[in-house]
Protein backbone atom coordinates (compact mmCIF):
# COMPACT_ATOMS: atom_id res chain seq x y z
CA UNK A 1 0.00 0.00 0.00
CA UNK A 2 2.37 2.28 0.89
CA UNK A 3 4.66 1.77 -2.47
CA UNK A 4 1.03 2.14 -4.10
CA UNK A 5 0.42 5.67 -2.37
CA UNK A 6 3.61 6.46 -3.10
CA UNK A 7 3.60 5.92 -6.94
CA UNK A 8 0.44 7.49 -7.59
CA UNK A 9 1.41 10.89 -5.51
CA UNK A 10 4.94 10.74 -7.42
CA UNK A 11 3.07 10.69 -10.63
CA UNK A 12 1.27 13.94 -9.93
CA UNK A 13 4.64 15.33 -8.32
CA UNK A 14 6.61 14.13 -11.63
CA UNK A 15 4.00 15.98 -13.68
CA UNK A 16 4.76 19.51 -11.53
CA UNK A 17 1.56 19.57 -9.50
CA UNK A 18 1.90 19.02 -5.70
CA UNK A 19 3.20 15.34 -4.50
CA UNK A 20 2.80 16.04 -1.06
CA UNK A 21 -0.38 17.65 -0.92
CA UNK A 22 -1.73 14.21 -2.06
CA UNK A 23 0.35 11.86 -0.36
CA UNK A 24 -0.52 13.82 3.09
CA UNK A 25 -3.74 12.89 2.95
CA UNK A 26 -3.82 9.11 1.29
CA UNK A 27 -1.45 8.57 4.06
CA UNK A 28 -3.82 9.69 7.04
CA UNK A 29 -7.63 9.06 5.24
CA UNK A 30 -6.41 5.52 3.87
CA UNK A 31 -3.83 3.87 5.99
CA UNK A 32 -4.84 5.74 9.20
CA UNK A 33 -1.18 6.93 9.88
CA UNK A 34 -1.15 10.26 12.11
CA UNK A 35 -0.40 13.59 10.91
CA UNK A 36 2.87 13.80 11.76
CA UNK A 37 3.94 11.17 11.11
CA UNK A 38 2.86 11.43 7.31
CA UNK A 39 4.54 14.56 7.05
CA UNK A 40 7.60 13.00 7.59
CA UNK A 41 7.32 10.43 5.11
CA UNK A 42 6.44 13.07 2.75
CA UNK A 43 9.74 14.32 3.18
CA UNK A 44 11.72 11.79 3.12
CA UNK A 45 9.75 10.22 0.12
CA UNK A 46 10.15 12.99 -2.12
CA UNK A 47 13.72 14.20 -1.10
CA UNK A 48 15.79 11.52 -3.06
CA UNK A 49 13.92 12.34 -6.47
CA UNK A 50 13.81 15.88 -6.04
CA UNK A 51 17.62 15.91 -5.29
CA UNK A 52 18.06 14.78 -8.61
CA UNK A 53 15.98 17.01 -10.41
CA UNK A 54 17.38 20.02 -8.79
CA UNK A 55 20.77 18.62 -10.47
CA UNK A 56 19.48 18.51 -13.52
CA UNK A 57 17.96 21.73 -13.33
CA UNK A 58 20.48 23.66 -12.17
CA UNK A 59 23.21 21.91 -14.77
CA UNK A 60 20.26 22.98 -17.57
CA UNK A 61 20.32 26.68 -16.12
CA UNK A 62 17.28 26.77 -15.41
CA UNK A 63 17.61 27.34 -11.93
CA UNK A 64 17.96 31.24 -11.09
CA UNK A 65 20.03 31.16 -7.95
CA UNK A 66 20.24 34.82 -8.22
CA UNK A 67 17.14 35.00 -7.13
CA UNK A 68 17.00 32.16 -4.62
CA UNK A 69 19.81 32.75 -2.51
CA UNK A 70 19.10 36.03 -1.33
CA UNK A 71 15.78 34.69 0.09
CA UNK A 72 16.88 31.56 1.29
CA UNK A 73 18.33 32.50 5.16
CA UNK A 74 14.74 33.98 5.48
CA UNK A 75 13.38 30.65 4.72
CA UNK A 76 15.25 29.06 7.41
CA UNK A 77 14.27 30.86 9.82
CA UNK A 78 10.33 30.81 8.71
CA UNK A 79 10.71 27.49 8.32
CA UNK A 80 12.64 26.41 12.03
CA UNK A 81 9.35 28.33 13.31
CA UNK A 82 6.76 26.30 11.11
CA UNK A 83 9.04 23.00 12.34
CA UNK A 84 8.49 24.33 15.85
CA UNK A 85 4.47 24.71 15.46
CA UNK A 86 3.91 21.66 14.09
CA UNK A 87 6.00 19.47 16.14
CA UNK A 88 4.22 21.39 19.46
CA UNK A 89 0.37 21.34 17.82
CA UNK A 90 -1.63 18.70 18.89
CA UNK A 91 -2.03 16.64 15.71
CA UNK A 92 -5.66 16.32 15.76
CA UNK A 93 -5.44 20.26 15.16
CA UNK A 94 -2.42 20.10 12.80
CA UNK A 95 -4.54 17.98 10.86
CA UNK A 96 -7.54 20.07 10.66
CA UNK A 97 -5.12 23.35 9.52
CA UNK A 98 -3.76 20.86 7.13
CA UNK A 99 -7.30 20.80 5.98
CA UNK A 100 -8.05 24.37 5.66
CA UNK A 101 -4.87 24.31 3.76
CA UNK A 102 -5.51 22.05 1.22
CA UNK A 103 -8.74 23.64 0.30
CA UNK A 104 -6.92 27.11 0.38
CA UNK A 105 -4.77 25.46 -2.11
CA UNK A 106 -7.02 23.89 -4.42
CA UNK A 107 -9.32 26.83 -5.04
CA UNK A 108 -5.76 28.57 -5.60
CA UNK A 109 -4.41 25.84 -8.20
CA UNK A 110 -7.85 25.97 -9.80
CA UNK A 111 -7.78 28.92 -10.50
CA UNK A 112 -3.83 29.29 -11.66
CA UNK A 113 -4.54 25.78 -13.52
CA UNK A 114 -6.66 27.51 -15.74
CA UNK A 115 -4.80 30.36 -17.08
CA UNK A 116 -2.43 29.75 -20.09
CA UNK A 117 1.34 29.96 -19.17
CA UNK A 118 1.55 33.37 -21.05
CA UNK A 119 5.35 33.46 -20.78
CA UNK A 120 6.29 30.82 -22.31
CA UNK B 1 12.85 45.18 -18.12
CA UNK B 2 13.49 41.49 -18.46
CA UNK B 3 11.39 39.52 -16.55
CA UNK B 4 13.88 38.17 -14.43
CA UNK B 5 15.19 41.97 -13.43
CA UNK B 6 11.31 42.06 -12.19
CA UNK B 7 11.03 39.74 -9.97
CA UNK B 8 14.57 41.00 -8.37
CA UNK B 9 13.43 44.63 -7.93
CA UNK B 10 10.08 42.94 -6.00
CA UNK B 11 12.56 41.03 -3.60
CA UNK B 12 15.38 43.58 -3.69
CA UNK B 13 13.90 45.31 -0.55
CA UNK B 14 14.67 43.31 2.28
CA UNK B 15 11.04 43.60 3.82
CA UNK B 16 9.77 41.98 0.74
CA UNK B 17 12.79 39.24 1.16
CA UNK B 18 11.63 38.57 4.53
CA UNK B 19 8.48 38.29 3.69
CA UNK B 20 8.53 35.86 0.85
CA UNK B 21 11.19 33.67 2.60
CA UNK B 22 9.41 33.33 5.98
CA UNK B 23 6.13 33.18 4.88
CA UNK B 24 7.18 30.26 2.04
CA UNK B 25 9.71 28.41 5.45
CA UNK B 26 6.35 28.78 7.43
CA UNK B 27 4.03 26.68 5.27
CA UNK B 28 7.89 24.14 4.32
CA UNK B 29 8.21 23.69 8.02
CA UNK B 30 4.28 23.95 9.49
CA UNK B 31 3.02 21.59 6.98
CA UNK B 32 5.89 19.81 5.41
CA UNK B 33 3.94 20.29 1.34
CA UNK B 34 2.59 22.48 -0.80
CA UNK B 35 5.28 25.30 -0.88
CA UNK B 36 5.53 24.84 -4.98
CA UNK B 37 1.72 25.46 -5.15
CA UNK B 38 2.52 28.86 -4.17
CA UNK B 39 6.23 29.71 -5.08
CA UNK B 40 5.46 28.37 -8.30
CA UNK B 41 2.42 30.71 -9.50
CA UNK B 42 4.30 33.84 -7.59
CA UNK B 43 7.49 33.17 -9.97
CA UNK B 44 5.52 33.38 -12.85
CA UNK B 45 3.36 36.41 -11.89
CA UNK B 46 7.15 38.33 -11.75
CA UNK B 47 7.23 36.64 -15.24
CA UNK B 48 9.28 33.65 -14.92
CA UNK B 49 7.71 30.91 -17.47
CA UNK B 50 6.43 27.31 -16.06
CA UNK B 51 9.75 25.61 -16.31
CA UNK B 52 11.96 28.43 -14.85
CA UNK B 53 9.58 28.41 -12.26
CA UNK B 54 9.36 25.06 -11.24
CA UNK B 55 13.43 24.90 -11.24
CA UNK B 56 14.10 28.07 -9.23
CA UNK B 57 11.30 27.01 -6.52
CA UNK B 58 12.97 23.52 -6.37
CA UNK B 59 16.43 25.67 -5.59
CA UNK B 60 14.62 27.45 -2.95
CA UNK B 61 12.06 24.58 -1.38
CA UNK B 62 14.79 22.08 -1.20
CA UNK B 63 17.29 23.77 0.58
CA UNK B 64 14.95 24.01 3.53
CA UNK B 65 13.18 20.51 2.98
CA UNK B 66 16.54 18.89 3.61
CA UNK B 67 16.90 20.90 7.43
CA UNK B 68 13.10 20.40 8.02
CA UNK B 69 13.63 16.85 7.72
CA UNK B 70 16.05 16.44 9.60
CA UNK B 71 13.54 18.19 12.51
CA UNK B 72 10.42 16.16 11.47
CA UNK B 73 12.74 12.94 12.13
CA UNK B 74 14.32 13.54 15.22
CA UNK B 75 10.32 14.21 16.34
CA UNK B 76 9.12 11.83 14.49
CA UNK B 77 11.73 9.00 14.45
CA UNK B 78 11.16 7.00 10.82
CA UNK B 79 7.51 6.10 10.48
CA UNK B 80 6.59 2.93 9.25
CA UNK B 81 6.19 2.48 5.16
CA UNK B 82 8.10 5.51 4.72
CA UNK B 83 11.23 3.92 2.62
CA UNK B 84 8.31 2.01 0.55
CA UNK B 85 6.77 4.95 0.13
CA UNK B 86 9.80 6.60 -1.46
CA UNK B 87 10.55 4.23 -3.46
CA UNK B 88 6.87 4.56 -4.80
CA UNK B 89 7.40 8.47 -5.04
CA UNK B 90 10.59 8.00 -6.95
CA UNK B 91 9.29 5.90 -9.47
CA UNK B 92 5.87 7.20 -9.79
CA UNK B 93 8.15 10.81 -10.36
CA UNK B 94 9.80 9.36 -13.65
CA UNK B 95 6.69 8.34 -14.85
CA UNK B 96 5.13 11.46 -13.90
CA UNK B 97 7.64 13.74 -15.56
CA UNK B 98 7.23 11.21 -19.00
CA UNK B 99 3.64 11.53 -18.86
CA UNK B 100 4.17 15.45 -18.71
CA UNK B 101 2.51 17.03 -21.70
CA UNK B 102 0.97 13.98 -23.06
CA UNK B 103 -2.72 14.59 -20.81
CA UNK B 104 -4.20 17.31 -21.11
CA UNK B 105 -3.32 19.49 -18.58
CA UNK B 106 -6.40 21.81 -17.33
CA UNK B 107 -8.26 18.04 -16.55
CA UNK B 108 -5.22 16.75 -14.99
CA UNK B 109 -4.64 20.05 -12.96
CA UNK B 110 -8.49 20.20 -12.40
CA UNK B 111 -8.63 16.22 -11.04
CA UNK B 112 -5.93 17.07 -8.46
CA UNK B 113 -7.73 20.22 -7.40
CA UNK B 114 -10.80 18.29 -7.03
CA UNK B 115 -8.96 15.53 -4.81
CA UNK B 116 -7.51 18.42 -2.62
CA UNK B 117 -10.38 19.72 -2.33
CA UNK B 118 -12.32 16.48 -0.65
CA UNK B 119 -9.62 15.70 1.32
CA UNK B 120 -9.17 19.34 2.47
CA UNK B 121 -12.78 19.00 3.47
CA UNK B 122 -12.51 15.67 5.19
CA UNK B 123 -9.10 16.51 7.23
CA UNK B 124 -10.73 19.85 8.26
CA UNK B 125 -14.44 18.08 9.52
CA UNK B 126 -13.42 14.58 10.68
Avoid at chain 1, 81 to 99: E, H, I, Q, S
Avoid at chain 2, 45 to 72: C, D, E, M, R
Amino acid sequence: MYIIIGFLSGIISGAGMGGGTVLIPMLTLLLATPQKEAQTINFLAYLPAAAVALFLHSRAKRVSWDLVLPVLSWGILGSAAGLTLALVVPADLLKRFFGAFLIVLAILQWVNGNKKDKNA
Amino acid sequence: MNIESKFKKAVSSVRGRAFFGIATGLINGLFASGGGLVVVPALKAQGLNQQKAQATTLGFILPLSVLTTIGYVIGTGFPEGWLLAAIGATAGGGVGAWLLGKVANVWLNRVFCALMLYAGIRMLLF
